[in-house]
């Protein structure tokens, strides 16, 4: 299983970007997939996450300005980051929570790449 997320860049402060995370492979469920973001000498940190049905969690830095979303046909989920500010410049990472097969119920946790979003006039 990959994970292979896009979408960062440069922005101005009360910009937008968009990410994207497909995840291919052998797939039998996505229990969940989310992104976390990891600032310069700060830990990773959960910014938001979405259930396979749908249930979505934010960190309250982001309530109101981040939405996530996933598209279960495509095992892809986004991240639309609307209202940026300086303090949103990390390496954002996706991470999805896998079933390969059905016979098998164990969960296994993958990472995507990082992709780096930098805020900034």
């Known amino acids: 299983v990959q994970l292979q997320a896009s979408g960062g860049g440069l922005v101005q402060p009360g910009g937008s970007l968009r990410l994207s995370c497909a995840a291919s492979g052998t797939i039998f469920r996505i229990n969940g997939m989310g992104w976390y973001r990891q600032a310069p000498g700060k830990e990773r940190e959960l910014v938001a996450s979405?259930?396979?049905?749908?249930?979505?969690n934010y960190v309250e830095s982001v309530k109101g300005r981040f939405t996530i979303s996933g598209d279960n046909a495509l095992n892809t989920v986004y991240l639309q980051m609307n209202s940026l500010k300086p303090e949103d410049t990390a390496v954002y990472y996706c991470?999805?929570?896998?079933?390969?097969?059905?016979?098998?119920?164990?969960?296994?946790?993958?990472w995507g790449q990082g992709t780096l979003v930098t805020v900034s006039s």
């Open positions: 991470n999805a929570g896998i079933r390969r097969r059905g016979f098998d119920l164990t969960t296994y946790d993958y």
């Open positions: 979405i259930t396979s049905g749908g249930i979505t």
